[in-house]
């Protein structure tokens, strides 16, 4: 029933915008080449259904044209398929014709898809109904050898506490000769600590012991840095070693912040999702995409995270301001935002919600208390309402409209060129921004203008 | 926040300041404060540490706001309709520089097309998106030649963010007064204003000031000049005189005929150039008496021909007159004064001096001892210079003339110049004609001077004449320029008649290899364009 449900309710009314198009593209390259081939010229026998098919023919170098089909009535991003050679994803050939669509240009009609396109859709249909039934209740998850499965999780469990008591002391003989001969020491030092936490399969201490690495480099003021990171992972070893004694809130946190792997239990949260930012960070093995969605009725923001291996984009994509009826599940862990996308009820679609919004005290205040729940948080996802962008120095701050007080930028946020945008999306003016809140200040990630308005992506 | 990364401007929290001083040093060296009990000193250390650091970070509160920058005056034109504003993200996405260059294929050049979106955006007068505004100071910075339609469309918002980037200045000199506020005339005391900012302003503030006065009252903006006149350095004379240029008339006369006298030779010239394009001034009253004996109808051979006896010698009056003594190198001095004379002299004088013919009776008539091609250059110039359309009709004779593609006795870029001095149907017409009989190979220069879109008999002859030059079988990167301007200029009505040339016709025996295939993607592009550029107009309402 629920497959006949799906069926009715992809009826799409309202066509993307070309960014919500563009945000889907890989890299800046794809871009560009997507946005030349959003025009009629090299197209022909494009169309669209109902269903949330879109496809089309495109002229490439070759004689014959490259057949290109994109569902766009995943809630779990567009699917894509193109008959191109290119290892892009989305290919240039799919953003294309997904802006010749999103340009309500006549080039794409409502109609019944060709044979090539139609084959795709249904396979793609088969495969959810057969992963709907497979996850269905009553079918065992797991491998069927609990006892198996346990002694392994024990196994796991004496090298990570091994890894822990290791790091343990090598903190304590950094602090006993003192941190200026950290400086001296170098990366390599680290680098060799990380390996060691990655042979002890704990990828959470192993990242933060990087991160160790690089801040004797950083700058002025790197000495409070390292103490405070010091002292944070020192509060992870100890957390791990006495998870025991912890509440089971925090023993969760701190077994994700390990890097053991949780599965995404908590009850499912059904709302109108509307997506508020969505950006990539790299690192040389990892891409990661984070999402963030507030829940219109439920005012509560969750994070989706998806990952592609380098130079691919992560499969979940959620343009901003789309809107998805759908369900949430939270990961383990006291003020948990993780959440996994759970069954969705109808494709993403344009909204003009915006999330409700609070002062920067408010904002600041917010981080604090999330702080009790994970003392590990960097940021927490914040609204601010009525705030004006204010040059500062080098600087820029976000001061309430109506009170003296001010936020100020990240310093990560302040070289990107979503500053400026927000900049002039302001003109002085109070505006709307969503972005994160944290001990290194404010980043801002989307804004709205004062009166009517779509949201202005700023990252 | 309270606490930023530098502990100068925070109350030092002392027992952070201890932790931090410990650790630095290393709990070998100094003992750190507190301590519990049954813990080595390092451990302990960390444990305080991270209460520390975990209370630091949950006590952290807004800091005072700085100050506020002066909100940016509004803009009070109508938004952008939302198709167009999805537009302008997509041409302004296509930044140069951003992928490979090479063949362009069957895409639109979208940059390209910016400069008409622009410039119909500003003519239905919609405000800019403000979020667009730093992408379009952007390519404005890049390329000078979008900066006046991009500033005006970006508007007062645009200033108000170029103060706060330097990368944006430009936007800051490109407003008058460099963003400073100009007296207006309704101000009751603008003119005191206007006085001290005169008397006071930086230069670029003065050259701004007096540009928008002669705009606006061409005498007042005189006399104001006049009053510092004499005391001004010979560059800034120069660039005041200039801007008379705006709005000259006759009454400028005597102050011109008092800057002739002007100690530096550059402001003496520019004075002589002013004067002479006022053909009742007494300037051109001279010019006209020394031109006009050097040129002669001589009755005595089989057909009337004009006779040429260039000046024997460029005395102090002439000179006085604006007349540059020294030739250039390769120039005889005699003719180069003789075109000096006859570019300054008013255009009504000849049809009198040479037995009341019309202009294009003059201009038909020989001229002996090779005298011709200097004698109508001369002519060229006066006729652009003063805007006289009857001789520069004349002097451009019928675009299907043979010698009009060739090198006759008017050159394409003083053909193109005459243009100018027509209305833009005429034009249109003549640019037609002419391509119809000498194809495009010349056409370029001429082209850029019609009025967009084109004309639809132009549009016609261009269209034929790429179709004949597919059919001769050269590639079409031969006519890129002229394949580019019909992108930016046909009408967009006209694409429907190009679908007959979107396919890859036939290869003749002749044609270079694959000729067929690039020119059905240039034609493809065209007409791609073309529907863009129609798409465009209608998002912005302007159909």
Redesign the interface.
Known sequence: MVGSTFDVMTQQGVRW???QV?ALAPD??S???G????????WSGAGSSDEGAVWGLC?GSGSKPYQTVVDIADAAGPAYKCSCPSRKFPCKHALGLL?LW????QAVPTGRAPDWAEQWMEGRRKRAEEKRTAGAPGSSSGSGDPEGARRRAERRAERITAGATEL?QR???????????AEQAGYGVWEETAARMVDAQTPGLAARVRELGSIPSS???W??????E???L??LDQGWLHREQLPDGLAATVRSRIGLPGTADGPPLRDRWLVLAQYDTADARLTTRRIWLYGADSDRTALLLSYGAVGRAPELALPVGLALDAEVSAYPGAGQLRTALGEQFAPPAPAVTRPRGMT??RA?AR???A??AD?WLDSVPVTLDRV?P????DSW?L??ADE?????LAPAARAR?GL??L???????PVKVFGEC??R?FTPLTAW?QGAGEA?QLC | ?N?????VDTPPSSAWEE??TA???????RTPPGGAPGR????A???A??V???RR????????????????SEDPRPALPA?AA?RL??LL??RPG??GGGRR????D?MELLPQWLAAANARGFAAP?????ALLDAARGRTDLRPAALAFAGP?AV??AR??PDWRFALRATPGGGTALPQPEDPEAAEKTRRLWEEGLFAERVALLSAIRAREPAAARELLATTWSTERAEDRLMFLDSLRTGLGPRDEPFLEQALSDRSRNVRATAAELLSALPGSALAARMAVRAAACVAVDHTRDSPTITVEAPHECDASMERDGVVPKAPAGRGERSWWFGQLVEATPLGTWSARLGGRTPRQIVALPVTDDWQSELHAAWCRAAVRQRDPEWARALLGAPSAPEAGGPGAVSLAERAKLLGTLGAAERADWVAGFIAAHGLSEAFQLLGMCAVPWASPLGRAVVDALNIARDAGSYPWSFSGVMGLAERCLDPSEASRLNGLLAVPDEPEDASPGAGGYWAEAF??L??TL??RA?MAEELGAV
Not at chain 2, 57 to 72: H, K
Not at chain 2, 130 to 134: M, V
């Open positions: 915008s070309a960014d563009l800046t390259a871009r560009k080449a946005s030349k081939l959003g025009a009629a010229g090299p002229k802006l999103a340009g309500e240009d343990e903190l304590a003989d950094l602090l006993r000769g003192g941190l200026a001969s700058g002025p003021g000495p409070v840095r390292l103490l405070e010091c002292a944070l020192h509060l920067t005290a600041a981080y604090g208390e702080l009790r003392p004006i204010i040059p500062d120095g701050q001061a309430d003296n007080a001010a936020l100020p060129p400026w945008r900049v002039a999306l302001s003109g002085g003016a944290g001990h200040g203008p202005v | 926040m606490r930023t990364p530098t502990p932790l931090v650790a630095l040093l290393g709990t070998e060296r080595e000193a390092p451990v250390l960390l444990d540490a991270a520390e650091t975990v970070r949950a006590g952290l509160r807004p800091a005072r706001a700085a100050g506020r920058p002066e909100p940016a198709a999805r993200a997509l996405a296509d951003t992928g294929g069957t895409a639109p979208l403000p979020q667009t505004l730093p918002r108000w963010l706060l980037n493809q592009r007409v791609t529907r863009l798409a």
